[in-house]
C-alpha cells in the first residue's frame, strides 16, 4: 500500500520569500509517480507539478520546484517568491501506476505581506 | 489538460434525501474517478466510473450509497443518498488520458468541487 506523510499541518511565509512544503512517501513499487496540489479556499483542486520515480531531474514548474530525494522517499515542493495568492492548502499524491491516487493530510500555507 | 464543470457547486439538503452531483468534461476522457473531502480532511477516492459498466468502489464506499452512471466518455454523475450529515463533503470528480499527460506520466485534473452541507 502507498502512504503519503505531510507532517506540516501549517506554514507561514513572507512574501516573496521562498518556502518548502515537505513530503515523505511509502511505497514498494519501483515505479511512482508523486504529484503536488494546491487547493484554495474555493475548494478546487489545481495541479502544480509532477516527479517521475525514474527522472533523473528534479522537476521545475514556473516558481514551484520539487526536491526529490528518492533514498530518503522524499519530495518536497519549493515555491520561490511567494505571492499573497499562493495562501492554499497544498496536497502531496503518489500513483503507482493504477491510476489511484493517494493523498496526503496537507499542508496549509499562509503568505503574509 | 481539460475543462471541467460539475453542477451543482453547493447545495444543502435536509437529511434522508438524495443529491445527484454532474460532471461534464469538454472532451472524451479514459478516466473518470470520484472523491469526496470531509471537513479538514484529505480527499479519499470513493470509485472509478466506467464508461458502459458498473463503477469500481473503493473499500468502504457501496453503490446503494454512491450510485453513479458514465453513459459516455464526456460526462459522469454520483448520487449521494439516504444523505446524513455525515455525509458533507466537497465532492469532486477528476479525469486522466493521454491528453493529461505530464512527463509522460497520466496526471489527473480535477473539477471545482460540489459543497455538500446536510442538515
Known amino acids: 500500500a502507498q502512504k503519503i506523510t505531510q507532517t506540516q499541518p501549517g506554514m507561514f511565509v513572507q512574501e516573496k520569500e521562498a518556502v518548502t512544503l515537505d513530503c515523505t512517501y511509502d511505497t514498494s513499487d519501483p515505479s511512482y509517480g508523486l504529484f503536488w496540489y494546491k487547493q484554495p479556499s474555493s475548494g478546487e483542486m489545481i495541479f502544480l507539478i509532477y516527479q517521475g520515480s525514474y527522472d533523473q531531474q528534479n522537476a521545475t514548474e514556473g516558481r514551484y520546484s520539487l526536491n526529490f530525494q528518492k533514498a530518503r522517499k522524499s519530495a518536497n515542493l519549493v515555491i520561490s517568491a511567494s505571492q499573497l495568492g499562493d495562501s492554499a492548502m497544498y496536497f502531496c499524491?503518489?500513483?503507482?501506476?493504477?491510476?489511484?491516487?493517494?493523498f496526503g493530510t496537507g499542508t496549509r500555507l499562509l503568505v503574509s505581506p | 489538460s481539460a475543462v471541467i464543470s460539475q453542477k451543482p457547486s453547493r447545495d444543502i439538503c435536509q437529511r434522508g434525501t438524495s443529491l445527484t452531483i454532474q460532471c461534464q468534461v469538454d472532451s472524451q476522457v479514459t478516466m473518470m474517478f470520484w472523491y469526496r473531502q470531509q471537513p479538514g480532511q484529505s480527499l479519499t477516492l470513493i470509485a472509478t466510473a466506467n464508461q458502459g459498466s458498473e463503477a469500481t468502489y473503493e473499500s468502504g464506499f457501496v453503490i446503494d450509497k454512491f450510485p453513479i452512471s458514465r453513459p459516455n466518455l464526456t460526462f459522469s454523475t454520483l448520487t449521494v443518498s439516504n444523505m446524513s450529515p455525515e455525509d458533507s463533503s466537497i465532492y469532486l470528480c477528476?479525469?486522466?488520458?493521454?491528453?493529461?499527460?505530464?512527463?509522460?506520466?497520466?496526471?489527473?485534473?480535477f473539477g471545482p468541487g460540489t459543497r455538500l452541507l446536510v442538515l
Open positions: 499524491a503518489i500513483n503507482t501506476g493504477f491510476q489511484k491516487l493517494v
Open positions: 477528476s479525469v486522466e488520458n493521454d491528453r493529461t499527460k505530464v512527463g509522460g506520466q497520466e496526471t489527473q485534473y
